[in-house]
């Protein structure tokens, strides 16, 4: 396996105009409408990564969309809010090679990816448009036009076929029944690279903080406290820390190691000095740990294998009774012998990965408990059992 290929930084303007993105309160997740772009280029004149932050209560991780060069363009796979710092980036590849000829939407459920899309439709009037079959939303299942597709070049991947087959490969994970909605993702091999991209089934979660988070620190540091009373100050040690703090919330939402803080605690520690702003929420901080959170990162860490691993979240919402799909998908991706790329939409990229390692994941999987119900993975065993109890999600997804 060659070494990671070397990245190039492309400069992010600092301008509000460029930075804006005005449907954001459709999904009114942070930054809210100024959204800061990591542009990357992963692999030399080939792939780009377009990095954007989104969470909730500064519980933000990076969301990726992936640019591959296709012949005659470009392909954008899994869209972020097109601003006007990503508009004028994709404007300088495409003076190198050739126009965005293909957007991708290679998820049916993922409305983080969802959304952004009917705005960079737009942004590109000339581009086909794909999208995952089985589209939905809630509280209303609206027909795709109604989400703002466009009409007249909105295909459907699979069932009116695929995009630059001659440069890609698409592979299909899925479907499988959420019970509001399907599950399925569209991975995709881009052929000239090596590299395989796709949405959520699986990441490689940084050792450090990612670079998109030079951009914006002010997460880490609002997680890397202790207290709601401690200003946030900035360290490497600080960043560390807050980041696996970041990355545990984003795979387990509350790990065992997580508790709330009386509310007299909670309230007694608001509007100390040094806390009194917007930015530290008012010394508002809801989270206490009774265990090191570098220790349980490092167990996180440690469920993956060659670097990759499924995202807990998702091994106990969406698979927790359809492992035999993901192995089978796994073990699909590994007869790819062209592959020695990973490319998530999320986390780590690109990661080294090869038709072994994938082999050598699904065998892991496949002899450790699925699903687990206990320790970190308590609190998504209890929405999981709640959603069947409620009749929300079936138990027979695959039937």
């Known amino acids: 396996m060659a070494a990671t290929p070397p990245s190039t930084t492309l400069p992010a303007p600092l301008a509000e105009a460029d930075l804006r993105w005005p449907w954001w309160p459709l999904l009114p997740l942070y930054p809210y409408g100024l959204r800061r772009t990591l542009v990357r280029e992963l692999i030399p004149e080939q792939l780009w990564s377009f990095e954007q932050l989104q969470g909730v209560f500064y519980v933000a991780v990076p969301i990726r969309m992936t640019v591959a060069r296709v012949r005659g363009g470009l392909m954008l796979y899994a869209p972020v809010a097109p601003t006007g710092a990503v508009r004028r980036a994709l404007a300088d590849l495409e003076q190198r090679f050739g126009p965005v000829r293909t957007i991708v939407l290679p998820t049916a459920s993922g409305l983080e990816h969802k959304l952004p899309v009917p705005a960079m439709a737009r942004a590109f009037p000339a581009a086909s448009v794909w999208v995952t079959p089985g589209q939905w939303s809630f509280p209303l299942n609206l027909p795709p036009s109604w989400l703002g597709f466009p009409r007249g070049r909105t295909q459907v991947l699979g069932e009116e076929g695929f995009p630059h087959t001659e440069d890609l490969q698409w592979l299909s994970l899925g479907p499988l029944n959420l019970g509001l909605g399907r599950f399925q993702e569209f991975a995709c091999l881009h052929r000239s690279s090596g ?129 035999g799909l993901l192995l089978d998908w796994l073990r699909q991706l590994a007869r790819l012998p062209e592959l020695r790329w990973l490319v998530p939409a999320h986390y780590d990229a690109p990661v080294p990965c090869s038709p072994e390692q994938l082999l050598q994941l699904a065998e892991a999987l496949e002899q450790r408990h699925w699903a687990p119900d206990q320790g970190d993975w308590r609190y998504l065993a209890g929405i999981d059992a709640l959603l069947l109890r409620s009749g929300v999600v079936p138990e027979r997804p695959l039937g």
């Open 195 to 323: 590299a395989l991209l796709i949405t959520d089934a699986l990441v490689a979660i940084n050792p450090q903080p990612p670079e998109l988070f030079n951009l914006d620190p002010t997460p880490l540091l609002f997680h890397a406290r202790d207290r709601g009373d401690q200003p946030l100050q900035d360290t490497p040690e600080l960043r560390l820390k807050g980041w696996q703090r970041l990355a545990l919330f984003a795979s387990y939402l509350r790990p065992e190691a997580l508790a709330v803080p009386p509310l007299g605690q909670l309230l007694g520690q608001a509007f100390r000095p040094g806390c009194r702003n917007a930015r530290s929420y008012f010394g508002i901080y809801p989270f206490q740990w009774s265990r090191s959170s570098a220790a349980v990162f490092a167990d996180l860490k440690a469920q993956a294998v060659g670097g990759l691993q499924v995202a807990p979240v998702l091994e106990r919402l969406v698979f927790p009774r359809a492992q």
